[in-house]
Structures are given as structure tokens and as C-alpha cells.
């Protein structure tokens, strides 16, 4: 790969996965792939979720909107990459690092405050069913989805203000097809990076907080499921929890695991396969892990596939 003379240019390098051509073109065409079925599956849920009455409710309304932070959050990342490996060139301006950053950043964390909000959907859902109306009103489920979008603006500020406050003073090389914070910090010669630490740690509190309202409310909804005497309503309830369930926990497990893992100053295709785990899968199988196991969504599904009509959609309660 041709190196610019990154020392003096304003941008970085994105060393990406291999010098190798012929790995970089496979690198583009696979990411090209999971692009497409990303951007495919997430567009219809949002297109099925507006059009179609049967799918006009709180957990739907909360799902199109995590559909459009998938689709935002896959094309952060990965269109970029495609490109430097199709024209062999790993630049990236400094101008579109940052916009890289606070777009990751503010993504990754609305998409931790969305699947909390979804959480407390299925819990108000399952466990006080006779109160869910008055619970989930069109007025709260408008502020959760602000609430989620303004904590991700300020979280995308935060971390992009204290990051390039950083004096970079080392050879502005990336090992990762995205602009990684971690590996940014790698480039200061100095204590300048403390203020990405203190915003990471305070984060990180809050991540905490959104986990652990996520499992005590999946323990209240599995003890309500439990007792529930038919079998209907307990596969029911089960398949409207468990898609969730499961991306909650792919998401946030990878995305700890990257957090955790000992920083290396020599990133092997380990590190940067472990990336790909919560930054292009999640996107990519959320709509499919959603579809498979909700009998309402894989119904409208295969309306739009067999060319039916959409119910016809009257005012929306959220």
C-alpha cells in the first residue's frame, strides 16, 4: 500500500486488514455483501413498521427506530473502508476522522439507551399488561426515542472534543479500517488523552447503569413468563423477548470484550475480526434475529414478498 506522507498531512492512515491486494479485494467485496443485507434488511422493517397498521405499537415504533441507528451505524464505518481497499489507499482526512468519531460514538451509545428503552417496553408489556396503555403512552415512547437520540449527541460531543484535543505527535497510523479512538489515543506523547478517560469511564458508568436495568427487567419478564399457564402465551411472550434478549447480549458482550481486552501496541486480524463483531454483524443480523422469531413481522414480511397489500394504516397510538 502507497503510504502519503502522513507526518506532515493533516489525515491518518487506516491500516485496515492486509497490505495484500487480493485480501484487500475480498475485505471489500464481503464487507460489500454485509452492507447490502444490512442496509436491505433494516430498510424494509422500517418501511413495513411505518406502513403497516398491524405493526403500529410501541415495541414496532422502538424497532424502527433501532433499524435506522443500524443503518446509520453500519455506514459510519464500513463504506469508508470499502473504498480504501478498492483503491488501495488507506488515507483518511483528519476532517472525516472526526465525523467518523462522533457518528461511531454517538451511534454506539444511542444504540445501548434504544435497547435499554426496549427492554422497559417488553418488561411494562409482559409484567403489567392491564397498565401497558397508560405506561407506554404516544407521549412517552416520543420522549424515550429524544431521549435516546440527544444522549447520543452528547456522548458522540464528548468523546469527539476530548479525543482531538489530543496532540498527535506520533506517526499517524491506524491498525483498524475504522478512526478507533483506542488507537488514536496510541499516537499522543503525553497526558493530554485524560479527558478521553474520564469521558470513557464516565460512560462506562452509565453503560453499567443501562445493563443492569436491562437484566433486572428480563428477570422480572422470565418470572411473569413463567407462570403464565398456557403454552400459547409463554412461546408467545418468548418470541417477542428473546430476539431482543439476544441482541442485547451479542452487542454489548462484544462490544465489552474490545472495551476490556488488554490494548496491544501490534494489533493482530484478531483485534480487528473482534471490531467487526460489534460494529458490522450487529447491524447486519438485528433485522434477521427480529424477523425469525416474531410471528407479526415475518407475517408482513411474507405480504411484502407475495405482493400483498399493506393493512391499511390508520393514526398511530405512538
Keep these: 500500500m502507497f503510504i ?21 479485494i475480498l475485505h471489500a467485496l464481503l464487507f460489500l455483501v454485509m452492507y447490502i443485507l444490512a442496509l436491505a434488511g433494516n430498510l424494509i422493517i422500517i418501511t413495513i413498521t411505518i406502513l403497516d397498521q398491524q405493526l403500529q405499537h410501541p415495541m414496532y415504533y422502538f424497532l424502527r427506530h433501532l433499524s435506522f441507528l443500524d443503518l446509520s451505524f453500519i455506514s459510519v464505518t464500513v463504506p469508508q473502508s470499502i ?11 483528519q476532517c472525516q476522522c472526526i465525523l467518523q468519531v462522533f ?31 397508560v405506561i407506554m403512552t404516544p407521549r412517552t415512547c416520543v420522549w424515550a426515542v429524544t431521549a435516546v437520540w440527544l444522549s447520543g449527541g452528547v456522548s458522540g460531543i464528548l468523546y469527539t472534543a476530548t479525543t482531538f484535543s489530543i496532540t498527535f505527535c506520533r506517526t499517524k497510523i491506524i491498525h483498524q479500517f475504522f478512526c478507533d479512538i483506542p488507537q488514536l489515543l496510541k499516537l499522543s506523547c503525553s497526558n493530554d488523552y485524560l479527558g478521553v478517560v474520564g469521558v470513557a469511564a464516565f460512560m462506562s458508568v452509565m453503560a453499567l447503569i443501562c445493563f443492569t436495568s436491562i437484566v433486572l427487567s428480563y428477570v422480572h419478564i422470565f418470572s411473569t413468563v413463567l407462570r403464565i399457564p398456557s403454552a400459547e402465551g409463554r412461546a408467545k411472550a418468548f418470541s417477542t423477548c428473546l430476539p431482543h434478549l439476544f441482541v442485547v447480549s451479542f ?5 465489552t470484550f474490545e472495551f476490556l ?26 433485522p434477521i434475529i427480529y424477523s425469525f422469531r416474531n410471528e407479526a413481522l415475518k407475517g408482513v414480511l411474507r405480504k411484502l414478498l407475495l405482493g400483498g397489500e399493506f393493512t391499511k394504516k390508520s393514526f398511530l397510538s405512538c
Design 4 to 24: 502519503t506522507n502522513i507526518t506532515t498531512d493533516s489525515g491518518f492512515l487506516l491500516m485496515g486488514f492486509s497490505s495484500n491486494r487480493e485480501l484487500q
Design 83 to 93: 473504498d480504501n481497499s478498492l483503491m488501495d489507499d488507506g488515507y483518511i482526512s
Design 103 to 133: 457518528f461511531f460514538t454517538s451511534l454506539a451509545w444511542a444504540e445501548v439507551a434504544i435497547l435499554t428503552v426496549m427492554s422497559y417496553d417488553r418488561y411494562a408489556a409482559i409484567c403489567f399488561p392491564l397498565h401497558y396503555e
Design 251 to 255: 452487542f454489548l458482550s462484544t462490544g
Design 261 to 286: 481486552k488488554p490494548p496491544s501496541d501490534s494489533p493482530t486480524a484478531f483485534d480487528i475480526l473482534i471490531s467487526i463483531f460489534y460494529t458490522v454483524l450487529p447491524p447486519t443480523l438485528n
